[in-house]
């Protein structure tokens, strides 16, 4: 008995410790499940009232322009700008010989003295005779000329003054002078040169560049859809939002100065289906230039209750469909296919399939399916970012 008494205290223990094991792999097996469950990052979603911003491209054009011409042919004396500059209105460009016009200017004013002096003596005879008719001593008809020739007078004063005005007019005209204010570009001819009145070949031209229009571009069918929108009463117009545009420069920089919305055009063009919108920006340092492309986000107005996910929680399927997980209330991944036509910034703006309260799967969907069981977890995106 006393032999034996040790092997029965270790087969105890043994038995002692497997029973032991067995509870904690029970424990272990209990919890395993719970502790399995995938963990996805979810966004809740809310409705909000979102303004709807459009991107166009466009591109920039002069806000008015003037190709100088000159009115009167002769050889140019010379240039007075200087190309590139900055010109105002009426500033002298360049000086047409005046010789010839100057000559012509005194010959039409010899014309008008002859055709005054000639009035005067129509106009004491055609008195005279006026007297004369009443006592009879001149006929009719001698009066009759005389009354005539008095006018014929009149009307050749008149010819000569037109003829005097347009001497000088002609000769003001050999001074080229700027019709706008703006930047004037390289000139088209040198001193010494022939030019010849209303000549196709402008000699300079004259941009004025502040402020500067914005022509922008937007499809025909996208007009629509916005009309449509407005008409059923989803999308509201604001119009101390709608008439502001900002601008991204080519480089990807944006533009310092806000810009209003002019004019649209009211017809399509069918070489391109779209139709024209103009803006107009201020541009006092001239960083905008004629011909340059620019993209323009444009307020079309405000969406009530929209519903904005992000764009790293939408997929495609096969079928090119926007799709989107999101975990329902008892924590299982449903499959949605969604309407959503348009971003806005980083978002979707899903106009169906996604409600307020939804929770939008947006990390980890790699590692679900739909019906699967998850754990869902608030997605922190500062700390995406900072891990990044």
């Not at 591109?59 to 900055?86: C, D, H, M, W």
């Not at 002859?114 to 009719?140: D, G, H, I």
């Not at 703006?182 to 402020?211: E, H, M, R, Y």
């Not at 017809?267 to 340092?285: I, Q």
Request: include cysteine; hydrophobic fraction near 40%.
């Amino acid at each position: 008995m006393r032999t034996q008494s040790p092997n029965l205290l270790f087969s105890c223990m043994v038995l002692a410790g497997a029973l032991t094991l067995a509870a904690c792999s029970q424990d272990q097996a209990g919890t395993a499940p719970a502790a399995s469950l995938p963990e996805v990052g979810i966004v809740s979603l809310a409705a909000q009232d979102t303004s709807l911003i459009r991107e166009l491209p466009g591109r920039t054009s002069a806000y008015q322009t003037a190709e100088i011409r000159p009115q009167v042919s002769g050889i140019v004396l010379k240039r007075e700008f200087t190309e590139g500059a900055n010109v105002k209105a009426g500033q002298a460009l360049y000086q047409i010989d005046p010789a010839t016009f100057e000559a012509t200017l005194a010959s039409a004013r010899a014309s008008l003295a002859r055709a005054e002096a000639n009035l005067a003596s129509s106009k004491a005879k055609a008195t005279r005779y006026a007297e004369l008719l009443k006592s009879k001593m001149v006929s009719q008809q001698d009066y009759d000329e005389a009354q005539a020739s008095f006018k014929q007078a009149e009307a050749d004063v008149l010819a000569a003054k037109a003829q005097l005005q347009t001497a000088r007019i002609n000769l003001d005209y050999t001074r080229v002078a700027a019709p706008i204010s703006g930047q004037i570009s390289k000139s088209s001819i040198t001193a010494g040169a022939l030019v010849t009145a209303n000549q196709t070949t402008a000699l300079a031209t004259i941009s004025q560049l502040d402020p500067i229009y914005v022509d922008l571009t937007q499809s025909s069918a996208e007009l629509l859809k916005l009309k449509q929108a407005l008409a059923n009463g989803q999308v509201i117009q604001d119009q101390a939002l709608q008439t502001r545009v900002t601008l991204t420069l080519e480089d990807g920089s944006q533009y310092t100065h806000t810009g209003t919305l002019q004019f649209s055009e009211v017809t399509v063009d069918p070489s391109t289906g779209s139709v024209t919108l103009r803006a107009l920006f201020p541009n006092p340092e001239q960083l905008l230039l004629p011909g340059m492309y620019v993209r323009a986000q444009v307020v079309e107005g405000v969406r009530s209750n929209a519903i904005l996910a992000p764009q790293r929680g939408i997929s495609r399927n096969a079928k090119g469909e926007a799709t989107a997980l999101v975990v329902n209330a008892e924590g299982v991944v449903e499959a949605r296919i969604l309407k959503a036509e348009r971003t806005l910034g980083s978002d979707w703006l899903v106009e169906e399939g996604l409600q307020a309260g939804d929770k939008l799967i947006v990390e980890g969907l790699q590692k679900v399916r739909p019906g699967a069981q998850v754990k869902a977890v608030a997605f922190n995106s500062e700390a995406v970012q900072g891990g990044q």
